[in-house]
């Protein structure tokens, strides 16, 4: 029976892909684009710039190591809230003809963040420290994030495209439904990954946080 319901699930997922390929074709491409500004910037960061992140990072690495009792639950709280609010923003916007841009641009803002987050910190601790770093960090969570983030954008030009080719009223509500049922199955998949940020990927970094630091 799980076997089974697996299948399903995998089949379901590949075959909303596949339906919606064009749509994941152009999301992805900004998000890429923006990965690739983001890691542009880095380059062209001032010095006094690359200092005061450095500062950052290394008051960020000091205070895990001498913190002895982490507020999980003060930190899964405030996780889950932002990204709660990112796919409520994404789903809002998507909701609008006009607010397409503003998805686009989200998009483009979060692979712009991940791609200056992941050079900064290989520019700083350099590839080996920074590669730990990222990982424990920001590595395991993306890997449900970005995915989720770009469905819901995705789901957001869909709903865009279907309202300009039909304007009824009835198709208009069937498809708001479903983009937002759709969403809120996103946002379910953000909490998940807001667990896996502060239960696994906080502890991994307490484990290897004396390499990074040494």
């Known amino acids: 029976m799980k076997k089974n319901k697996r299948l399903k ?3 379901t997922i590949i075959e909303h892909i596949v339906n919606n390929k064009k749509e994941y074709i152009i999301i992805t491409l900004i998000f890429i684009i923006g990965i690739f500004l983001g890691v542009f910037l880095t380059n062209n960061t001032s010095d006094n710039n690359i200092q005061e992140t450095k500062k950052y990072i290394d008051t960020f690495i000091e205070n895990i190591k001498n913190t ?33 841009p503003i998805v686009f641009g989200i998009i483009l803002y979060k692979g712009f ?21 990222i990982f424990s960090t920001i590595f395991l969570q993306n890997l449900l994030i970005i995915p989720a983030t770009i469905a819901i954008a995705v789901s957001g ?38 667990l896996i940020e502060i239960f696994i990927s ?9 390499y990074i630091s040494a």
């Open 9 to 11: 699930i995998k089949e």
């Open 68 to 100: 002895s009792n982490i507020n999980f639950m003060g930190l899964l709280k405030n996780s889950m809230l932002t990204y709660i609010i990112l796919a409520i923003t994404i789903w809002f916007f998507g909701t609008t003809v006009i607010g397409i």
């Open 113 to 133: 963040s991940l791609g200056y987050t992941i050079s900064i910190c290989i520019n700083i601790l350099g590839i080996q420290k920074g590669i730990a770093f």
């Open 157 to 194: 030009f869909k709903l865009y495209k279907s309202i300009v080719k039909d304007r009824r009223k009835n198709n208009i509500k069937f498809e708001i439904l479903r983009h937002t049922i759709f969403s809120l199955i996103m946002t379910f998949i953000l909490c998940l990954a807001s």
């Open 202 to 210: 906080t502890n991994i970094l307490k484990a290897i946080i004396n």
